[in-house]
């Protein structure tokens, strides 16, 4: 007798209902479970077959919790940048979609730990105690929830503070040849935040091991790990490592943010992730374009950077600077890469080899280095100094092109050239020893007025180091102004100034009696 549709449709129903009642019965849940085959593996990068539902960058599990994302979503094949070492997989491996996309852990219980880019623990710490996770990916903030940058970010390095200021929400590029102390700038700038209630996120993409070594423990050494979470991935690991590293750096950095605190993130360096990003890229049979970089190296690092903010205060105010590091090749900043990362970022701190070799470290390029928004944010005490400073530095670094050649020079040009040598020679500034703000203000003031000019230079350091110790003895009331970015009043500059004065004088090269110190009669006072 053939078999009614009434009485296949009752069947059906009849089996559900026992499925149904067996799930009760169990307690448990039926979940469908998709799974698909591994069809072929290379550097990073593996094709699997046989998940037609999969979503774009989700999340897709490998046997021995090797896990990767879904980066090329085709028809029939799917291609995946892996997440760990892939040596135990090969073809016909059977994976499984997990429905979510990559995640992070985040929170408080992260400070002072040094993590993988997939978040688990480096520093033989015991597992990290966070409360939530975040996706990796996330939007960047709407443009009505932003405020303009309008507090500063002090580095601690003269040369930035004054002459290349730094506001929170900014993002500035340091870019520079290879071995120029990029890395030290940043570490310098984190090491400044000691007790300034500023988290920072260090991200150390695609270095070695013992880079990474030497700057946690520069970071522990000097007390600045409580506040900071320092996020590694290694040259020796798979590059889906590397080019996640900064989004969920960014993410761990995005949590403090937004429960309202200042965060400073620093990227060392994109040139790694665009060559980590260059590489699965290539795997992944994606056409090459500049330099063989995918077409899509730009909105890469856009996307990345645009997370940087400062929020309204209705949104709780926080900010996220950020500092990305770049290598350039033979000083080379029109480069691919550079020149993205130039237009993404809202200035650059150029770092010369050559200055690094004449010692003059920070080795910072003063004219090809550019704040577009942290002027609005320095301090007022800066901003009154800093101008003169920026134009008589630059104009210096024209003239002493000629004085090398042994040029004749007149007068002016000459007191030029010294005034300008005695600037430089006071931003110099030694690894892991940030200043703090009023004695920056005593040095730019009196190198401003003039006052050292007639310090021989080879004296100048010493100089230097008194004018920094007279900050300690400067009276409260001043320091207060300093501190919270007031205007000097007369007053003010006049008391410093009488300071300074006072303490160089020790410098001063002996006199006949009668013949001097003249009052530098070139030399504007200071306002
Ligand atoms: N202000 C400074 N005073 C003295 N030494 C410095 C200073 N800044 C950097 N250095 C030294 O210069 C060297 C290079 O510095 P750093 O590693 O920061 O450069 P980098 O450009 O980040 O290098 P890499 O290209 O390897 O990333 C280091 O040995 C560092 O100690």
Redesign the pocket.
């Known amino acids: 007798m053939k078999a009614s549709a009434e009485d296949i449709e009752g069947a059906f129903d009849r089996a559900f209902a026992g499925l149904e009642q067996a799930r009760e019965n169990h307690g448990t849940k039926l979940a469908p479970r998709e799974v698909g085959t591994v069809t072929a593996l290379s550097m990073g990068i593996a094709s699997v077959s046989g998940l037609p539902g999969i979503g774009f960058e989700e999340l897709i599990r490998f046997p021995g919790d090797v896990f990767g994302i879904a980066f090329n979503v085709d028809e029939d094949e799917i291609g995946v940048v892996l997440l760990g070492d892939y040596a135990h997989l090969s073809a016909g491996d059977e994976v499984e979609r997990t429905g979510r996309v990559m995640d992070v852990a985040v929170g408080d219980g992260l400070l002072g730990r040094v993590i993988d880019a997939l978040g688990a623990p480096l520093d033989g710490g015991g597992s990290v105690d966070a409360g939530e996770r975040m996706p990796i990916e996330r939007p960047a903030a709407h443009i009505m929830d932003r405020a303009p940058v309008t507090v500063p970010l002090q580095t601690g390095l003269k040369v930035i503070d004054a002459l290349i200021p730094i506001g929170r929400g900014q993002r500035e590029l340091i870019l520079?040849?290879?071995?120029?102390?990029?890395?030290?700038?940043?570490?310098?700038a984190i090491l400044n935040q000691r007790g300034k209630d500023v988290v920072c996120v260090y991200c150390a993409i695609g270095?070695r091991a013992s880079?990474v070594a030497?700057v946690v423990a520069v970071l522990r050494d000097q007390g600045a790990m409580s506040h900071t979470v320092v996020v590694v991935t290694e040259g020796n690991e798979a590059p889906g490592l590397a080019y996640i590293a900064p989004y969920a750096a960014t993410s761990i950095a995005e949590h403090f943010m937004e429960a309202g605190r200042d965060v400073l993130i620093v990227y060392?360096?994109l040139t790694q992730h665009a060559r980590a990003y260059r590489e699965l890229s290539l795997l992944l049979r994606r056409p090459p374009g500049r330099e063989a970089f995918p077409g899509d190296i730009f909105y890469v690092h856009s996307r990345l950077l645009e997370r940087s903010t400062r929020l309204r205060k209705e949104l709780g105010g926080g900010s996220l600077t950020a500092l990305p590091?770049i290598?350039t090749e033979a000083q080379n900043m029109s480069a691919y890469i550079p020149t993205n990362l130039i237009s993404i970022t809202d200035g650059q701190i150029v770092?010369s080899p050559t200055l690094?070799e004449l010692g003059v470290?920070?080795?910072v390029d003063v004219g090809k280095s550019v704040s577009r928004v942290g002027g609005k944010a320095q301090r007022a005490a800066y901003r009154a100094v800093a101008g003169d400073l920026k134009l008589a530095y630059a104009q210096f670094e024209e003239l002493e092109t000629f004085a090398r050649f042994g040029a004749r020079l007149d007068d002016g040009t000459r007191k030029s050239i010294e005034h300008g040598r005695r600037i430089r020679a006071c931003l110099?500034?030694?690894?892991s020893?940030p200043v703090p703000v009023p004695a920056q203000i005593a040095i730019l003031l009196a190198l401003a007025a003039g006052l050292l000019d007639d310090v021989p230079i080879d004296r100048i350091a010493d100089a230097e180091r008194t004018l920094r110790e007279l900050a300690a003895v400067i009276p409260a009331e001043v320091r207060e102004h300093l501190d919270t970015g007031d205007t000097l009043s007369d007053e003010d500059r006049a008391t410093i100034l009488d300071m300074a004065r006072h303490a160089i004088a020790a410098f001063l090269p002996p006199t006949t009696p009668g013949t001097g110190p003249e009052p530098e009669p070139g030399h504007r006072e200071a306002r």
């Open positions: 520079g040849d290879r071995q120029t102390g990029k890395t030290a700038i940043a570490i310098d270095q880079s030497k060392d360096d590091i290598e770092l690094f470290l920070p080795a110099n500034q030694a690894e020893a």
